[in-house]
């Protein structure tokens, strides 16, 4: 699929870079690098509290439905190779762990990676608990949460390693496409396609009250825009007829502990959500482990009162967030 972007702001982009790209470091890779299909975050490599001591390459994808990054590596696996051989060379570190599901570890071998595995079933492929479970005790038992761990997706790393070698910044973003009728197809877009490109693409049209949802069925959100575009990290984009989407009033919690249950953080959510409702956020992070949420969106989906739950938290986050932030910048 092609469409065109602005070609005269990505020429001047490419055409510093194309001057940098010859001696790849981490200071060019943040300065150039981090809005590229799959969005790789240099950050990290620069916090000298905590110094990065390995770096995890994600051939899984983090939300259901989404295959994005399992396409790169059944697909493109030289391309990942490439690009974590580079990534590795310009941080210093020498080897990284590419995490795939089962059914990919043996075309994973060839990208000369450590290999870990982890089981398709949703939430395993969340980043907190990739850390907590498969690498806990890589490395002499030291645990990597302490020691720093940089995450990439495999989209990501073939698109550091296609910059480099190209000395062009490549835009194209690979997005798994879920149309009403269930259909799921993969389709490379430029980085800021509208939805009514991909819309169009698919012969998919939009009538009043169907669903949009950007990032996938548990952690996604819904758009109301159709000239909303592709991000860097919009893996997955749903459609959703009308008919398909339930009702959802919610009511007041009937303390089931069904969250409980299957929360992978352990938190107790049925008291943790009293204080998101009531807007105390500050209690809600000190007192019921707020913050050692990872975001995987099940608490919601299994609520028997239909509240929101994971949407009060990310609000919460995102309300404390701009807090420290206004008062760091007051300070
Ligand atoms: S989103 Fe909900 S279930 Fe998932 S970790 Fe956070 S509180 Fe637990
Ligand atoms: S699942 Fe919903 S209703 Fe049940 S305890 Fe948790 S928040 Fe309350």
Do not use: W
């Not at 969005?39 to 001591?53: A, G, I, M, Q, R």
């Amino acid at each position: 699929m092609t469409i065109d972007v602005d070609g005269e702001s990505a020429q001047t982009v490419d055409e510093s870079f194309k001057k940098v790209c010859q001696a790849p470091s981490l200071e060019n890779a943040r300065d150039f690098l981090a809005g590229l299909p799959g969005n790789p975050e240099f950050k990290v490599f620069f916090d000298t509290e905590k110094p990065v001591k390995a770096i995890v390459v994600l051939g899984v994808d983090d939300d259901l439905l989404s295959t994005t990054n399992q396409y790169f590596v059944k697909n493109n696996i030289i391309a990942v190779k490439t690009g974590i051989d580079l990534l590795c060379k310009i941080v210093g570190i020498s080897s990284a762990i590419l995490i795939v599901p089962q059914h990919l570890e043996q075309v994973a071998k060839s990208s000369g990676a450590i290999i870990k595995t982890v089981d398709s079933e949703y939430p395993s492929a969340q980043p907190e608990l990739i850390t907590r479970h498969i690498l806990e005790t890589y490395e002499d038992g030291q645990s990597k949460s302490k020691s720093g761990i940089a995450f990439f997706s495999a989209e990501a790393v073939c698109a550091i390693g296609a910059a480099y070698n190209t000395g062009k910044l490549p835009l194209e973003k690979t997005v798994t496409f879920v149309s009403k009728d269930g259909k799921k197809r993969l389709v490379s877009v430029p980085i800021g396609t509208p939805l009514q490109d991909i819309l169009n693409e698919f012969n998919e049209t939009l009538n009043d009250g169907d669903r949009v949802i950007y990032g996938g069925p548990m952690k996604g959100i819904s758009v109301f825009s159709t000239e909303y575009p592709v991000q860097p990290d919009t893996d997955i984009i749903i459609i959703q007829d009308k008919g398909q989407i339930t009702e959802r009033n919610d009511t007041a919690c009937i303390n089931c502990g069904e969250c409980v249950r299957v929360c992978p953080a352990n938190i107790q959510i049925n008291l943790l959500i009293r204080f998101l409702e009531a807007g105390q956020y500050e209690e809600a992070a000190d007192l019921y482990d707020l913050y050692s949420c990872i975001e995987c969106g099940f608490c919601s989906y299994v609520c028997e009162s239909r509240i929101p739950i994971f949407q009060h938290i990310r609000l919460a986050k995102h309300t404390l967030d701009s807090m420290k932030a206004a008062e760091d910048t007051n300070a």
